[in-house]
C-alpha cells in the first residue's frame, strides 16, 4: 500500500514537472520567434530608408552636372519632391557620387531676398553681369545681387541682367529654392529674344582666367546679333607678364580688402593690427590657369604696399607658395602670433564656408590651429562682392567698356 502511494506521487510530480518545463520551453520559443520577427521587421525598415535615401542622392547627382538639358526642370523638381518626401532620418542616410544631407538641408539664408535678373522687356541696352555663381543665399544676395544693384544704379538707363557659369549651381538653387538662374546661353538668347541692340558683358570673375575664356567664346557666337557687344575686365584686370606685374586694378583691390579686413578685425589701421602681432591672410581659389600668376601678382602688390603681414593664399595651392603650408610658414617665418583669415573671393560661398573656416581637418582654419604655431586664428566669412570700394570698380570697369 505504501509503495502505491509513493509511486502515485512519484507519477503526479513528475507530470507536473512535464508540464510545467513544457510550458517554459513553449514560451521562451515564442519569445524567440517574437524577437527574430522584430529584428526581421527592424531589418526591413533600414532597408526601406536606405532605398529611399538612395533614390533621392541619384536624383541629386543627375542634376549635379554643368550641361542643361530638356529634362533639367523636370529633374529639378522631381529631386526636391522626392527629398520632401524622406523622414528626418531618412535625410541622414543620403549619401551619393555628389549627394549629401547639405544638398537640400543645409539653411544657407533666404532665397527670396534675392533677384534673378531674368525678366524680359530689357530694352535695347543691356548689361550681363556673368558670375560663376554660389547656392549659398545669403552670400548670393549680398556679394553678387550688390555688384549688380551697383551697376544698375550707376547705368539707369541700361537694364542689368543676371548669369551664372555654373549649370550645377543653377540647378542646385532651382530644385533647393524654386530660383531659376539663366546660364550664359540663356542670357544671350534672351538678349536677342528682347531685341537688345548694345550689350555689355561685365564679368564678377577675379581674373582672366578658364572661366573668363569660357565667356569669351560664348559671346563671340552671338556677336553678330547686336550692334555693339563689349566685354568688361574682370576685376584684377589684365594678368600681366609675370608676378612682379601690378597694375591700378589690383591695387585698389587690396587697398579695399585689407581696410574691410583691418575693421572687422576691430583694429583702427593695418599698422596697429601689426604691433599686435596679427597677420591677415587672404585665401582665393588658385587655377592652373597660366592667369594663376595673378595670386602672385597680389602678393607683390601688398608688398608694394607695405603691407608686410597680408598674405595671399589659394585653396587649390596654385602656385605652389600659396598653399596651405607655405602660408604657414610664411606667416610663421614673419613672427606673427595672431591670424585672420579672410577669402580672396568675390562671393563667401562653399570654400569660404568649408574649406576656409569650416571643422574639417583639412580646412584651413583646422590647419592653421593644428599647427600649434599661433596663439589665435579667427575667420571672417565676406565676400568681396559686398564691398562698396570693390562693387566701384566693376562699375568703373563696365564705364570704361561702354566708351
Known amino acids: 500500500m505504501k509503495r502505491r502511494v509513493v509511486a502515485l506521487l512519484m507519477a503526479t510530480m513528475m507530470g507536473a514537472f512535464c508540464i510545467t518545463g513544457c510550458g517554459s520551453s513553449k514560451e521562451a520559443t515564442s519569445d524567440k520567434a517574437a524577437k527574430t520577427e522584430k529584428e526581421a521587421d527592424t531589418e526591413s525598415d533600414k532597408d526601406a530608408d536606405k532605398k529611399a535615401a538612395d533614390k533621392v542622392a541619384a536624383l541629386i547627382d543627375a542634376i549635379y552636372v554643368q550641361e542643361r538639358n530638356d529634362k533639367t526642370d523636370e529633374q529639378c523638381a522631381e529631386a526636391k519632391e522626392a527629398w520632401d518626401a524622406l523622414t528626418d532620418a531618412q535625410k541622414e542616410l543620403v549619401e551619393g557620387e555628389n549627394a549629401d544631407p547639405d544638398y537640400f538641408g543645409r539653411d544657407t539664408g533666404d532665397a527670396s531676398k534675392d533677384d534673378a535678373r531674368n525678366k524680359d522687356d530689357i530694352g535695347e541696352n543691356e548689361i550681363l553681369a556673368v558670375s560663376f555663381g554660389t547656392s549659398f543665399n545669403d552670400s548670393r544676395v549680398a556679394d553678387i545681387k550688390g555688384i549688380e544693384d551697383a551697376l544698375q544704379e550707376a547705368n539707369p538707363d541700361w537694364s542689368v541682367r543676371r548669369a551664372f557659369t555654373a549649370q550645377i549651381i543653377i540647378n542646385h538653387v532651382q530644385a533647393r529654392d524654386g530660383e531659376k538662374i539663366d546660364n550664359v546661353d540663356q542670357a544671350l538668347e534672351r538678349a536677342v529674344d528682347n531685341g537688345v541692340k548694345n550689350l555689355v558683358v561685365q564679368p564678377t570673375h577675379l581674373m582672366r582666367g578658364a572661366e573668363y575664356d569660357e565667356l569669351v567664346e560664348a559671346v563671340e557666337n552671338y556677336k553678330d546679333k547686336f550692334e555693339t557687344v563689349k566685354i568688361a575686365e574682370p576685376l584684377l584686370g589684365e594678368v600681366g607678364a609675370d608676378a612682379d606685374a601690378v597694375n591700378s586694378d589690383k591695387e585698389a583691390v587690396a587697398k579695399a580688402l585689407t581696410a574691410e579686413a583691418v575693421k572687422d578685425a576691430g583694429y583702427d589701421s593695418l599698422d596697429a593690427a601689426k604691433e599686435d602681432g596679427t597677420a591677415f591672410v587672404f585665401m582665393g581659389h588658385g587655377t592652373s590657369h597660366t592667369a594663376k600668376v595673378s595670386y602672385s601678382q597680389m602678393q607683390t602688390q601688398m608688398k608694394d604696399l607695405g603691407y608686410d603681414n597680408v598674405f595671399i593664399g589659394t585653396v587649390e595651392g596654385e602656385p605652389e607658395e600659396t598653399s596651405c603650408e607655405s602660408v604657414i610658414d610664411a606667416v610663421e617665418k614673419a613672427g606673427y602670433k595672431k591670424v585672420v583669415l579672410r577669402p580672396l573671393m568675390v562671393v563667401a560661398g562653399d570654400h569660404a564656408n568649408n574649406d576656409m573656416a569650416g571643422d574639417d581637418d583639412d580646412s584651413w582654419l583646422s590647419m592653421f ?35
Open 369 to 403: 590651429k593644428a599647427s600649434g604655431k599661433f596663439d589665435s586664428v579667427d575667420t571672417q566669412i565676406t565676400g568681396l562682392g559686398e564691398i562698396k570700394d570693390i562693387q566701384q570698380i566693376y562699375v568703373d570697369h563696365t564705364a570704361e567698356a561702354m566708351k
